[in-house]
T-cell receptor, first 109, second 115 residues
Framework: GQNIDQPTEMTATEGAIVQINCTYQ??????LFWYQQHAGEAPTFLSY??LDGLEEKGRFSSFLSRSKGYSYLLLKELQMKDSASYLC??????????WGAGTKLIIKP | KAGVTQTPRYLIKTRGQQVTLSCSPI?????VSWYQQTPGQGLQFLFE???????NKGNFPGRFSGRQFSNSRSEMNVSTLELGDSALYLC??????????????FGPGTRLLVL
């Protein structure tokens, strides 16, 4: 079956660094997406990886290892506004996004 | 450019009723996907429409259906509502989901409560 696993909740301190892990098993693979969703709002796109390696975008970076079925989202210099849920999604061979349940990130001052 | 809009934003129905939700994609986008989001379950894919054709379908019962019009606006319908259908229904649009790296843009969602 198809499955995406990510931690349910994580807590970090303002100004620190946090890494949110995601493992995936999908029928085929057309890329790994990360979205951010603030409470009561729609998900917004953060990153896309289809090749192995690290993609950096400002304070956010995303890493992919296709051989391990593994990705992580790295958030640096955490700010209070980063408190949100982070959704990992793998696109399968039918171009369908398979979503994890999301990781709720709590930032403490 | 206007974003994805969904109407209504909130809806309360009773068991057995039916409901129709509407989604207007970003101008120029031809792909519209629908998702159901419930606490702890994450987003569950319902279906995707592209150029008025259903191109992909998730594992939901036949009570869930949809369509897309020539202007790319999409509607989804749920018949014979059950309590378990209470959820946030999100619509996402993109130029074409089959273009890799193509981002899906989400609307604010319709929160459906079934009593």
């Amino acid at each position: 079956g198809q499955n995406i696993d990510q931690p349910t909740e994580m807590t970090a301190t303002e100004g620190a660094i946090v890494q949110i892990n995601c493992t995936y098993q999908t029928s085929g693979f057309n890329g790994l997406f990360w979205y951010q969703q603030h409470a009561g709002e729609a998900p917004t796109f953060l990153s896309y990886n289809v090749l192995d390696g690290l993609e950096e975008k400002g304070r956010f970076s995303s890493f992919l290892s296709r051989s391990k079925g593994y990705s992580y989202l790295l958030l640096k210099e955490l700010q209070m506004k980063d408190s949100a849920s982070y959704l990992c999604a793998s696109m399968d061979s039918n171009y369908q996004l398979i979503w994890g349940a999301g990781t709720k990130l709590i930032i403490k001052p | 450019k206007a974003g994805v809009t969904q109407t209504p934003r909130y809806l309360i129905k009773t068991r057995g009723q039916q409901v129709t939700l509407s989604c207007s994609p970003i101008s120029g986008h031809r792909s519209v996907s629908w998702y159901q989001q419930t606490p702890g379950q994450g987003l569950q894919f319902l279906f995707e429409y592209f150029s008025e054709t259903q191109r992909n379908k998730g594992n939901f019962p036949g009570r869930f259906s949809g369509r897309q019009f020539s202007n790319s606006r999409s509607e989804m319908n749920v018949s014979t509502l059950e309590l378990g259908d209470s959820a946030l229904y999100l619509c996402a649009s993109s130029l074409n989901t089959r273009d890799l790296q193509e981002t899906q843009y989400f609307g604010p969602g319709t929160r459906l409560l079934v009593l």
